[in-house]
């Protein structure tokens, strides 16, 4: 066999799988085009090239074997695509596309623009999920138990500003007095600088989203990465007149995003350490953008309120920073936050900033 197949399964990953697999689809796909025009494939006939498929067939289904082992599991279809893990404790996965921001119509049209976040509210690095989603079932309110988590709750808004949503939400967090860490997109930032500024002036911390949220190119090589964060810094500071004293990050898809593959990120740690940025995921939430979740059909905003409240127990259950996320880019999720603010002061909660935090805090601790 040649030595290109012999992989190590002790450093193999599910998104090495997911690279694999594309591979293997692009294979597929030159096979049916080449035979599409009755042309040798390989040197040799078409039952050649079709032995060398269901020999990469067979390597796959081995490779991803060995990734199950390790705690992923992928759902694998050779013509159509994958699904990607989801972690035991929360009923989510990172979706493999995004869509566009619809509520800003100014920002839609150019190919730069950034995608919509359809993150779920909690993730682990570990990718150790059960095979199916849980559906999620209503359950009475009641005071969490920490588990030793310290009661307090850092609220996290990703992918504005937005004109609309954001000074809504901006007004609600005044009412409670609650200041709030902001992962803005430095393309939203450039289109609407102002609402930046206010957040910024109202006491609350603007963090990171990286320029374009566009996963491909980012996730590409750490210099992408990292040329892409450097253009937050221009929007931010031309919005502000400064670039928070605090650099703070969020990866678009989590830390552990199938788009990212481990070298890539071993890479890009690296550099945001070297720059002085620490990097935060997230551990509770509403999944307001990650609607396929919703396997009970319920009204969206029972839906979120309903992700809230168990993304919260299970959060406290395995002893994880109660780090929450919401986008003040959706209206359902600005309107629920009162709503969720009052449950959490209710239970005994109090509220502060990423900064306040020491180290970076990612899907594995």
Not at 89 to 98: D, G, Y
Not at 112 to 138: L, N
Not at 255 to 279: C, F, H, Q
Not at 285 to 290: M, P
Request: with cysteine.
């Amino acid at each position: 066999m040649p030595h290109f197949f012999n992989i190590n399964c002790l450093d193999f990953e599910y998104a090495d799988a997911i690279i694999l697999i594309e591979n293997m689809k692009a294979m597929r796909s030159s096979y049916q085009k080449c035979t599409a025009h009755k042309k040798v494939i390989l040197k040799g006939n078409r039952s050649n090239m079709k032995r060398f498929v269901i020999i990469m067939q067979a390597l796959i289904c081995i490779c991803l074997i060995a990734a199950g082992c390790a705690g992923g599991v992928v759902d694998v279809d050779i013509n159509g695509g994958y699904d990607t893990p989801f972690n035991s404790i929360t009923a989510s996965v990172i979706p493999k596309e995004t869509a566009l921001r619809t509520d800003d119509p100014e920002t839609t049209s150019p190919e730069s623009t950034p995608s919509a976040t359809e993150e779920p509210s909690t993730s682990v690095a570990t990718m150790t999920p059960p095979s199916t989603p849980p559906h999620y079932t209503a359950e009475p309110t009641a005071e969490p138990t920490t588990g030793g988590v310290d009661k307090v709750v850092y609220l996290t808004f990703d992918d504005g500003p937005s004109p609309k949503c954001t000074e809504q939400l901006l007004d609600i967090l005044d009412g409670y007095g609650i200041k709030a860490t902001f992962f803005t997109v430095g393309y939203y930032v450039d289109r609407h600088p102002e609402v930046v500024r206010d957040a910024m002036h109202r006491g609350h911390l603007i963090a990171c989203h990286t320029y374009t949220h566009e996963y491909q190119s980012i996730y590409a090589s750490a210099d992408a990465f990292m040329d892409d964060v450097h253009q937050w810094e221009t929007a931010v500071e031309n919005a502000t007149g400064c670039i928070p004293e605090c650099k703070i990050v969020r990866f678009p898809g989590g830390s552990n995003t199938s788009y990212l593959p481990k070298w890539v990120r071993t890479k890009i740690m690296t550099a945001l350490d070297s720059e002085g940025y620490r990097y935060y995921d997230w551990f509770f939430g509403d999944n307001d953008r990650w609607p396929a979740g919703n396997k009970d059909h319920l009204p969206m905003k029972e839906y979120m309120m309903q992700s809230f409240e168990q993304s919260l127990k299970n959060a406290i259950s395995a002893g994880k920073p109660l780090i929450f996320l919401a986008h003040d880019t959706c209206q359902e999720s600005i309107e629920l936050i009162p709503q969720m603010i009052d449950k959490l002061i209710e239970a005994g909660y109090t509220f502060d900033t990423l900064d306040s935090l020491d180290a970076s805090i990612g899907f594995g601790g």
